[in-house]
Structure formats: C-alpha cells, structure tokens
C-alpha cells in the first residue's frame, strides 16, 4: 500500500465483531460512573467482566448477528464458538444468528399487493416505507381500540425462517411459516403482516437468548445496532418480547466506530482494546421493555405459539418423508 516502514496498522476484524467492538461498553453512564467507585464499594458490585458477560450485542442489518462474551468455554449446541478472543481479548465469543431478518422485512413488504403504491407515498413525504408501516399501526390500533400496537397480531402468526434457522436450531432446511393470512390485500394487511414477522425475528433472539442462558450465559441485556435499529418499532418489540432493556448506542455506525478503536489501539492512543471502548464506546437511546403485565403474557403467548411452529412443521417433514419412503 506505499505505506512507510513502522507504521501501524490494526488487526482487521469481520464485520460484525467490529460493530461488537464499537457497543459492548455503550452503556448508561450510570453504569459507567459506578466504575469510578473506591474500591471497596466495587466488591459489592458485580465485576466488569461480568458486567460484559451480561451483554449480548445484536448487529442487525440483512441478517442478525448475536453475540455474546464469556470468561470460561461455553460449548453451545445450534450456536457457533466458543472463539478464544476473536471479538474481545480474553474472552470467549459465542455467536448467533439469523439468516434474513432485514432482507425478510424487505421480502414480506415488497411482494404485497399494497407495496407499490405505499412506497411512492413514502418517496412523496421523504419518509421510509417502514416509518408510515409503523403510522397505520399506531391508527389501527386506535381505530379498533386494541389495548396496545403488539395485540394487534393476535391471529397472524409468522416463523422467519425463509433462509433457514442459524441459530439455535441450526436447521438449514427449515421453512417460513405465516399463518392467519386472509384475502385482504389493503395497507392494513401489510401492516399486520410487517409487525407479525417484527415479532417473529425477535421470539428468534428471544430463542438464542434463552438458548445461550441455559447452556452458561447469564445475559440480560441487549445491545443493538445496524439499520434495524433505526426502527423504533423494531426496537420496542425485541424490549418488550425479550422484558429487557435494548441499549442503542450514541455512534450509530457502530461498526465503523469499532475499525476505528482498533487503528487508535494499533496508534498506541490507548493500551489496551478494553480501555479504548469504554473511552469511546456511549450509550444513545435505552428501550425498556413495557411494564403492562397484559404486554408479557400476550408476547409469552404467542412465543408458545413461535416455538409450535417449529415442531409441528418437523411433524409435517417427517409424515411426509414417510409417505415418499
């Protein structure tokens, strides 16, 4: 590259371990001052690395990446890793993952009948197809006096795995599901349709979670950056779906930021990767999850339902293969 001799260059990353380099210490900053604490009040609170350990970090864009530290060897079945320092140094990544989440937003919107005719409407008011989706749902729900936008879905019913499950399942020949479909072809109906897959993708993240906390894990926060986490909506119903804080981050390119810390860790500004983060790692926006306990038990619900899906489509696989033997 014509580059002098001795200067440095940092490590390259994948991409979506630099975006967990770039989130992973976007924390609130009253989290960040209790590190300022006398030492013995620090024996009262959990570790730092535990604290890490806590996070899981989801860069969501075409597809999610779900990634998650710990101190010791968590073997976890459906879910890559353990990888000795690949993301943080001296720590073990596990990572998961969904195959189409942003693409499936994008495949479910595009191919209905009222796409077309929305997405000039979005042109003309120089807004995003998925901000006016969000509008109409915020007007349904009032219209119909639904006690919040999530129950708007009671009858439709989606499993996002149009690409396969990645995790934790890791099932490459499993298929999408939608049920509750109708001969509706209106904007309404592409609302529902768009919110139920919403809420598909996060009973997946809630799945991996789950997955990965009974396998070691103790995570009880999310991170989350990417395109996805531009959408409030989005955003809400993985808080309320996971009845955990999503924290976004103040960098919105949080992928960008994490290259970044990596040439000024290589530069010497900063001794350590760790250090580096939490000088330049900073919490934006924390989503909280509802406390209405009719939210929880709805979403419970229907995560029950999320998980059927699965299993019934392996009961259909199997009377199938059967009838082909």
């Known amino acids: 590259m014509g580059l002098r001799a001795g200067i440095p260059v940092g490590t390259s990353l994948i991409d979506a371990h630099a975006g967990g380099v770039g989130i992973m210490e976007s924390v609130p900053e009253s989290d960040s001052e209790a590190k300022a604490l006398p030492e013995w009040v620090h024996l009262l609170l959990e570790s730092e690395k ?10 969501c864009g075409t597809s999610t990446c779900h990634m998650a530290v710990s101190e010791s060897k968590l073997f976890i079945p ?3 890793g353990p990888f000795w320092s690949a993301m943080l140094p001296e720590y073990w990544l596990t990572e998961g993952g969904q195959s189409a989440t942003g693409a499936l937003l994008d495949y479910i919107i595009e191919n209905h009948m009222a796409s077309p005719p929305l997405a000039e409407r979005a042109a003309s008011q120089k807004t995003s197809i998925f901000a006016l989706l969000n509008s109409i ?6 219209e119909r006096k639904s006690p919040f936008v ?3 879905t009671e009858s439709t019913h989606v499993l996002p795995d149009f690409h396969g499950n990645r995790s934790p399942i890791a099932d490459p020949k499993s298929k999408g599901i ?5 001969l509706d072809t209106s904007e309404g ?4 349709l768009y919110l139920a897959t919403i809420q598909g993708v996060a009973y997946g993240t809630r799945h991996i979670v789950e997955h990965c906390n009974a396998h070691g894990h103790k995570i009880n926060t999310l991170l989350a950056c990417g395109g996805l986490s531009k959408n409030p909506l989005y955003v809400q119903e993985h808080a309320d779906i996971m009845g955990c804080p ?3 981050p103040r960098e919105s390119e949080s992928v960008l930021l994490g290259a970044a810390i990596l040439g000024a860790v290589a530069a010497k500004k900063y001794p350590t990767l760790m250090e580096a983060m939490k000088a330049l790692n900073a919490a934006g926006q924390v989503v909280r999850p ?4 009719k939210v929880k038990k709805y979403h419970d619900a229907k995560y029950k339902i999320f998980r059927e899906l699965y299993e019934q489509q392996l009961s259909q696989r199997s009377a199938m293969a059967k009838a082909l033997d």
Not at 50 to 59: K, N, Q, T, W, Y
Not at 137 to 142: A, F, I, S, V
Not at 178 to 182: I, K
Not at 189 to 192: E, F, N, V
């Open 189 to 192: 109906q592409l609302a529902l």
């Open 50 to 59: 535990e604290a890490v350990s806590s996070r899981m970090a989801l860069v």
């Open 290 to 293: 509802s406390q209405d306990p």
């Open 137 to 142: 749902l915020k007007t349904m729900m009032q």
């Open 150 to 152: 999530a129950a708007l």
């Open 246 to 248: 999503v924290i976004l």
């Open 178 to 182: 939608m049920c509750g479909l109708t």
């Open 78 to 80: 459906g879910v890559w």
